[in-house]
């Protein structure tokens, strides 16, 4: 059911009747098909790394001749040291660890298995050969006996000196060094900070000391985000009308006094102005005037779309209302976002351990120095790029899911006359019709945003490339691109999500929902403005509000710790976690009003209070559209029709 139908679905398309929550079937299963032949290659990548011994060599580790430590190999051809028996050679250890190749983004150092990694540092090569008898573990090549790692044979056969202390538990069974400071080429500016070891020490200890501090501050915000979607619905038309008039006010006042400084320097110029630099003061003055100008354009066109859109700010306020009440029916969508995080970490988990074990996938290869590199050759080595776009897409499904699940709990709720007839879990019953019906249009709305996305990552991995060597034309051009795409990307997810939202209305596919979708938001282009402005603005300001509370809160709590003197670090960590907090509870709260501002309009067009077409939307809304009808009567435009055209205004006071 893609998005070129026939003639004649298209004529039933055209004739249909809105008839919410009835009349379920299967949509867009042609991609639902393809997504899960995707999915399957993706099981194919994963399974064929592992067959290939991939997972084998990443978890085990292997040697410079293809020698899986922890078990016994099969000899390789044409390859020495090969085949050899590592039961007891559990652990891989690098000869010169920080041997880096930066462009290639791997250890040069020959690798050996051994029995035990160092603990501690061995400073000559009479601590290796000590450490080789005492504890079994020879650090130096297979062909070496201990008592030979003094003598010239073992010239470049053994440990560079003097040999790290590895940590106490090996890193996938290798012998990784306790001392980072080999490491610097990778991060110097990060290796000068931590060399710093009073900066260090003591932003650890506050972390530590102060852990309990931590967790409570986190708990705090949780609870200021809950309390806050409480107060949003009981105060929405203050903070609404506060917002407004402050925005107005600011706006004005910035505007008087870009004018006042600029009046001040022409009339005294004498005061303000150094002798010696006429010209800079000039341009001053023409750069105030251009500012002035500028602000009172500005504020000109704020207060025109004010005037606009004062009238459709009421409906912002009733919607705000109505998802409070929302949430009091179905408190669990709080806790959607959790569920998506974990789904993500789940799948993210997951592609990075088949990343891992593709890099260490494929045939056995000789390279310039003698050693051995397991490489893919053919289509194959091209497997990460698939692997890559399955990142994106299956992240975007996670998320799509979400956004439908909640869809469809919300279009519950509206279109449910009694209240008291709501299923017992609408969002598992909202789950059971996405899992049943709507994977395929889900799987269509986030292959649509892959399709952005991957271009988009592209121009800006080359503008990273070449930072520095293109030519300002070509840095434009690129810039220019990746705004664009970033844009268009965000309006597909808008759009996708009013989709999703036409399709658990009605049960359609995913391009006529978002042919809907997009008439009815054209439709109301002015309410759209009004709530993605006004009601987004608003939900960002009680993201700030939480976040400044809880630092205000952890500030207070942290200076009467005396245990240590720096807690910038575990300010920051309670910062970060409560807006974290404050986003996945607004964002679904800004998702709830989305929908039911579509369910709104959609009831509102097909339906206009008579017998037999009573509106499904709660008494809230049901008085803003009585007022509107009222204010328009008494302005003579025909109330009746002018609401079903989705054009109701609120009545003057």
């Not at 004010?306 to 409906?315: G, I």
């Not at 207070?556 to 575990?570: F, G, H, R, S």
């Amino acid at each position: 059911m893609g998005c070129c139908s026939s003639a004649s679905s298209a004529a039933q398309s055209s004739k249909r009747e809105w008839k919410p929550l009835e009349d379920r079937s299967c949509t867009d299963i042609p991609w639902l098909l393809l997504f899960i032949l995707f999915c399957i290659g993706m099981g194919f990548i994963c399974g064929f790394s592992v067959a290939t011994g991939a997972a084998a060599r990443l978890v085990s580790g292997y040697d410079s001749y293809g020698n899986i430590c922890g078990q016994k190999n099969a000899e390789l051809e044409a390859i020495p040291n090969s085949g050899m028996d590592h039961t007891h050679r559990k652990y891989v250890f690098f000869l010169d660890p920080c041997n880096l190749d930066l462009i290639n983004r791997k250890i040069k150092s020959v690798a050996l298995c051994v029995a035990a990694c160092p603990r501690q540092e061995l400073k000559t090569i009479s601590d290796v050969q000590k450490f080789a008898e005492i504890n079994g573990s020879a650090l130096c090549s297979y062909d070496l006996k201990p008592s030979e790692y003094a003598s010239s044979k073992a010239k470049g056969l053994c440990p560079k000196l003097p040999v790290p202390a590895s940590a106490p538990i090996p890193f996938f069974h290798r012998c990784a060094p306790v001392n980072i400071s080999c490491y610097a080429k990778f991060a110097e500016a990060l290796i000068t900070f931590v060399s710093d070891n009073s900066v260090l020490h003591r932003l650890i200890s506050g972390v530590m000391t102060s852990k309990e501090i931590i967790l409570g501050l986190c708990l705090l915000s949780l609870v200021l985000s809950m309390i806050l979607m409480v107060i949003i619905r009981y105060i929405s038309r203050i903070l609404v009308w506060i917002l407004t008039f402050l925005l107005i006010l600011g706006s004005l006042a910035g505007t008087g006094v870009l004018w006042w400084l600029y009046a001040k320097q022409r009339k005294s110029p004498k005061e303000t102005v150094i002798p010696e630099q006429p010209q800079v003061a000039e341009a001053n003055l023409r750069a105030l005037l251009i500012y002035a100008i500028s602000a009172t354009v500005f504020t000109v066109i704020l207060f025109l779309v004010m005037l606009v859109m004062r009238k459709r700010v009421a409906l912002t306020i009733a919607l705000f209302h109505v998802a409070g009440k929302v949430f009091i029916h179905l408190p669990l969508l709080v806790f959607q976002p959790f569920w998506t995080f974990f789904a993500l970490v789940l799948f993210w988990v997951y592609w990075i351990m088949t990343l891992l074990f593709l890099g260490t996938a494929g045939s056995a290869v000789q390279n310039e120095q003698g050693f051995v590199e397991f490489k893919m050759s053919g289509p194959l080595q091209y497997m990460w790029w698939y692997h890559v776009v399955g990142l994106i897409w299956i992240s975007e499904f996670i998320l799509a899911c979400q956004q439908m699940t909640v869809a469809g709990a919300v279009v519950t709720y509206y279109f449910t006359r009694d209240k008291r007839n709501l299923p017992f879990t609408p969002i598992l019953a909202s789950v059971n019709r996405l899992i049943r019906y709507h994977l395929g249009t889900v799987a269509k709305g986030s292959f649509i945003i892959t399709l952005v996305k991957i271009p988009r990552m592209i121009l800006m991995y080359i503008h990273s490339q070449l930072k520095g060597k293109e030519n300002a034309c070509a840095r434009c051009v690129l810039k220019s691109c990746i705004c664009c795409l970033w844009c268009l990307e965000k309006c597909l997810n808008y759009l996708n999500q009013n989709a999703y939202t036409a399709t658990a209305i009605n049960s359609t596919n995913f391009c006529t929902s978002a042919k809907d979708a997009f008439v009815i938001l054209v439709e109301n282009a002015l309410r759209v403005a009004a709530i993605n402005t006004v009601g987004d603005f608003m939900l960002f300001l009680g993201k700030v509000l939480i976040v400044c509370s809880t630092g205000l809160a952890g500030v207070m709590l942290l200076n009467y710790q005396q245990d240590y003197t720096v807690w910038v670090l575990p300010l920051i960590i309670v910062c970060l976690f409560a807006f974290l907090v404050a986003h996945c509870f607004l964002s679904i709260y800004e998702m709830v009003v989305d929908v039911l501002f579509l369910c709104f309009a959609i009831d509102t067009k097909y339906n206009d209070g008579s017998p037999g077409r009573e509106f499904y939307m709660d008494k809230v809304l049901m008085e803003f559209v009585e007022n509107s009808r009222k204010a328009m009567k008494e302005a003579g435009k025909g109330g009746v029709a002018d609401a079903r055209e989705l054009k109701p205004m609120l009545r003057r006071r």
